[in-house]
């Protein structure tokens, strides 16, 4: 495989493509940095205090991880640095982040979840850091200002640009500008991340399904007769998918989009302030839906593409059934069987 960085293959492979601006590469190693910065504490984690909470609860009403704080100011710290952004958005913050005067802004909208399945650092656990690009007109009004929340809520069909970084067995970096889904590995001996996964294309049928099943009595009929499908004999591959849940969103994204699988995600009736489950649509569906589609997969949320989805507010959140195409059509066929999306 030949020593291709993150920018050369930008560069090489989108010259054409306004991603090839010297802002959005900008932005990119501002990302890349920032995800150095972190992966280097997640790898130590078990050695220096940064593991456990931190006493405070996050808008999602969580507990909020040392790590979490750590990797989410980190990416503020940074991204605000990159002189390419109007605004941020984050899993751990309420509102839009601002660009803090005299820092230079741009065009570019960053929304991100800084450390996605901390709830797992503890027991070394992959976790990942998922983000979502877009770009708002030059000539809006009051250019120079932060944007209004209604001019960056877009649908996930807007995005310019989408990825995650992986933290584990090695440092990953998954991405797309909407040419395709590519990965690189981080080679600690000369600090960059390398192309090792050109191009990554899906199963379309896939052979692992990932779901918290322990959510069985709260789910509707639909998400159940879609979960029973996969383990039956009766579904397309005419024996059980495997199961396989890690609890970290991104790992499991990541394992079914080169294996083939679908996560899903239904809503479910556990808690009545989060009647559409667990998952936000910004900082997670949107993001992941852009690279499954991009890897030839699908995302849905049970009838809607995700990528259509108008989001209404920051953190909203949203079912989600994602991965190869023929797994994720199966479940929108038994949705819409059980008149879901009327
Ligand atoms: P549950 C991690 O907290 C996360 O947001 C995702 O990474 C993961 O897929 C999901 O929650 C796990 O949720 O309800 O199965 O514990």
Not at 281 to 307: H, K, M, N, V, Y
């Amino acid at each position: 495989m030949p020593q291709i960085t993150v920018l050369e293959h930008l560069l090489l492979h989108q010259k054409e493509s306004p991603m090839a601006t010297g802002r959005f590469t900008r932005l990119l190693n501002e990302l890349i940095l920032a995800a150095k910065i972190i992966a280097r504490e997640v790898n130590k984690a078990g050695l220096v205090d940064v593991l456990g909470f931190t006493g405070e609860t996050n808008v999602q009403d969580e507990e909020v991880r040392k790590l979490d704080e750590y990797a989410n100011k980190v990416l503020i710290h940074r991204m605000a640095r990159a002189g390419v952004l109007c605004a941020m958005g984050s899993e751990e913050n309420a509102d839009l982040i601002e660009i803090p005067d005299p820092l230079p802004r741009g065009d570019y909208f960053l929304m991100f979840d800084p450390l996605d399945g901390s709830t797992n650092i503890d027991a070394n656990v992959n976790v990942g850091t998922i983000f979502s690009i877009y770009r708002l007109p030059s000539d809006r009004p009051n250019a120079n200002c932060t944007p209004l929340l209604s001019e960056v809520l877009m649908p996930g069909s807007q995005q310019v640009a989408a990825g995650y970084f992986l933290y584990g067995t090695s440092t990953m970096m998954v991405y797309s500008t909407g040419k395709g889904v590519h990965g690189f590995t981080l080679d600690p001996s000369v600090g960059e991340f390398l192309l090792s996964h050109p191009d990554i294309r899906t199963p379309e049928l896939g052979k692992i399904y990932s779901v918290n099943e322990s959510y069985w009595h709260y789910w509707d009929e639909a998400a159940k007769e879609s979960v029973a499908y996969f383990k039956s004999l009766e579904n397309e591959r005419r024996k059980p998918y495997s199961l396989r849940y890690i609890g970290s969103l991104v790992a499991d994204f990541h394992r079914n989009m080169l294996y083939g699988g679908v996560f899903l995600y239904p809503a479910d009736a556990r808690d009545p302030k989060k009647p559409q489950g667990k998952l936000r649509l910004l900082c997670e569906a949107s993001p992941l839906a852009f690279l499954a589609e991009q890897a030839g997969g699908r995302a849905t949320d049970g009838s809607r593409r995700i990528l259509d989805i108008e989001p209404h507010e920051l953190h909203q959140r949203v079912p989600l059934f994602i991965g190869s195409r023929r797994d994720v059509e199966k479940i929108g066929e038994i949705f819409a069987k059980h008149g879901a999306g009327n």
